[in-house]
């Protein structure tokens, strides 16, 4: 299995998960330091030989060519490919500059386009080949204060469908759409809090309570990584074009 962004939060405990599932991983984050903490804690639990972890940017075409090389001469092939890494801007309409629409669109766009192409001969060989997006209820539930991702999010809910077609039969697409799960992109904004004596555990009830969480907390990313191992597992082998909420039940579409 390859996850892309897989050295925190959704990304992190889907590799952990696949490990333990007894899979071979690989991959990505840009932050080098980080990545290799990751890696070295993982090769002590589950073993060197089951692992590979590369730095680069999945924007960058070229490193996902050599990382998808790197895969097959290590591992002999991919059969799922996770296409995770990225994060969310919290932008309005009048503060989203041209530039920032750009680089929102190039992250959510191309963050599928290179690994899936760099990808996508290994899993048309594998028998049992998948990609897995991760996405966000944002896509069909768009947010004022998230204009451009929301926007940007829907793009690539419409690829995914596409390529779900052009793929077949022999790459199944699926995507989970996220909510608000517990991850380092929501510990980041729990930090920069304006009322620093709030403790997390209030913080994130608060959070779950604004949102109108039925559930009433925040997903944790293993919950997450239990839906995209299955989606990408040959259990889910008649699912292709199609979509699974992880949101606590706050989407208000049917
Ligand atoms: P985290 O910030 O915890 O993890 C993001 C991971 O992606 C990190 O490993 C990060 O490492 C990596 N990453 C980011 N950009 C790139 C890049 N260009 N190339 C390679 N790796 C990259 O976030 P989450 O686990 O919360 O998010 C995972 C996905 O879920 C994201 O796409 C996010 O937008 C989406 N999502 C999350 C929601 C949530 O509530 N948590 C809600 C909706 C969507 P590094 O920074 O070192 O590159």
């Known amino acids: 299995m390859v996850v892309t962004g897989g050295s925190s939060g959704i990304g992190l405990a889907t590799v ?3 490990l333990a ?14 990545l290799n903490r990751v890696r070295d804690d993982l090769a002590a639990a589950y073993g060197e030989a089951r692992l590979l972890a590369k730095a680069f940017s999945v924007l960058e075409p070229e490193a996902n060519t050599v990382f998808a090389q790197e895969v097959c001469a290590r591992f002999g092939g991919c059969d799922a490919l996770i296409t995770n890494a990225g994060q969310g801007r919290v932008s309005t309409f009048a503060d989203t500059s041209d530039t ?6 190039e992250l959510k766009i191309f963050s599928q386009l290179h690994p899936i192409r760099a ?13 897995t997006a991760v996405n966000s209820l944002l896509a069909y539930q768009p947010e004022p204060h998230m204009v451009c991702t929301s926007a940007a999010r829907a793009g ?11 793929l077949a039969p022999d790459i199944r697409v699926n995507s989970i759409l996220i909510g608000l799960v517990d991850s380092q992109q929501w510990q980041r904004r729990f930090e920069a809090r304006p009322d620093q004596s709030q403790s997390r555990e209030a913080w994130f009830r608060d959070l779950a309570i604004k949102k109108n969480i039925p ?27 199609a979509k699974l909420e992880l949101s606590g039940g706050v989407s208000r579409f049917i």
Do not use: I, M
Not at 21 to 34: P, S
Not at 100 to 105: A, C, N, P, T
Not at 215 to 224: D, K, S, T, V
């Open 215 to 241: 559930l009433q907390r925040l997903g944790h990313a293993a919950e997450a990584a239990r839906a995209l191992l299955f989606l990408s597992s040959p259990a889910a082998s008649y699912v292709t074009g």
């Open 16 to 18: 952990k998960l696949a």
């Open 156 to 166: 690539v809910q419409n690829l995914l469908k596409s390529l779900a077609t052009e």
């Open 100 to 105: 920032d629409w750009r680089d929102e669109l």
């Open 119 to 131: 990808f996508q001969d290994q899993l048309r060989a594998s028998g049992t080949g998948s990609v």
């Open 21 to 34: 599932e007894g899979a071979n991983v690989a991959f990505c984050a840009r932050g080098a330091d980080r």
